[in-house]
T-cell receptor, first 113, second 111 residues
Framework: EAQVTQNPRYLITVTGKKLTVTCSQN?????MSWYRQDPGLGLRQIYY???????DKGDVPEGYKVSRKEKRNFPLILESPSPNQTSLYFC????????????FGPGTRLTVT | RKEVEQDPGPFNVPEGATVAFNCTYS??????FFWYRQDCRKEPKLLMS???SGNEDGRFTAQLNRASQYISLLIRDSKLSDSATYLC????????????FGTGTQLKVEL
């Protein structure tokens, strides 16, 4: 089954404790992105990647890191999480020919206290 | 003007009704547009792509008005299962994979 998976689905952590949210897709897609969704603000892009070792900032990259060492994986790293990073996070992937037609993962609900 | 703007709703309609909502965009150079559907607390899913004047898929029709810079989504014969938030998405020009998502229009279909 074609899918995008994210782990963990729910996470409660404390300020400053480094965490990683994993994202994996099995569709051999070139493009992958991370978004956060907050009430009233909609989905905002954090980072995106056009292929292995090629990443670029989205609209809200501050406080986040990403890497793309393998085509299928695109982890999101919060080196020192803060309460304003409490949000619903989505990973998405798309193919080279249909880069805007994105497949989303199920989401990760992160709470930073 | 916001890059992408949608009426948040909610639109409450009876089952079987026809409902339409609009999305306005600010970048006149935008070439393609997308509607995604998002159920409560779930991931967005692509509903329709609009590359020219419009697109139709069953009960769903998307139309593009370039002169006035808006796209519309028309749903005919609404079903209870159509209840969701509909997100308008416009790619940024200039390459890359940057998208601007509207904040969504909530639709509630009632018996």
């Amino acid at each position: 089954e074609a899918q995008v998976t994210q782990n963990p689905r729910y996470l409660i952590t404390v300020t400053g404790k480094k965490l990683t949210v994993t994202c994996s897709q099995n569709m051999n897609h070139e493009y992958m992105s991370w978004y956060r969704q907050d009430p009233g603000l909609g989905l905002r892009q954090i980072y995106y990647s056009m292929n292995v070792e090629v990443t670029d900032k989205g609209d809200v990259p501050e406080g986040y890191k990403v890497s793309r060492k393998e085509k299928r994986n695109f982890p999101l790293i919060l080196e020192s999480p803060s309460p304003n990073q409490t949000s619903l996070y989505f990973c998405a992937s798309s193919s080279l020919g249909h880069r805007y037609e994105q497949y989303f993962g199920p989401g990760t609900r992160l709470t930073v206290t | 003007r916001k890059e992408v703007e949608q009426d948040p709703g909610p639109f409450n309609v009876p089952e079987g009704a026809t409902v339409a909502f609009n999305c306005t965009y600010s970048n006149s150079a935008s070439q393609s547009f997308f509607w995604y559907r998002q159920d409560c607390r779930k991931e967005p899913k692509l509903l329709m792509s609009v590359y020219s004047s419009g697109n139709e898929d069953g009960r769903f029709t998307a139309q593009l008005n370039r002169a006035s810079q808006y796209i519309s989504l028309l749903i005919r014969d609404s079903k209870l299962s159509d209840s969701a938030t509909y997100l308008c998405v416009v790619p940024r020009t200039g390459g890359g994979n940057k998208l601007t998502f509207g904040t969504g229009t909530q639709l509630k279909v009632e018996l």
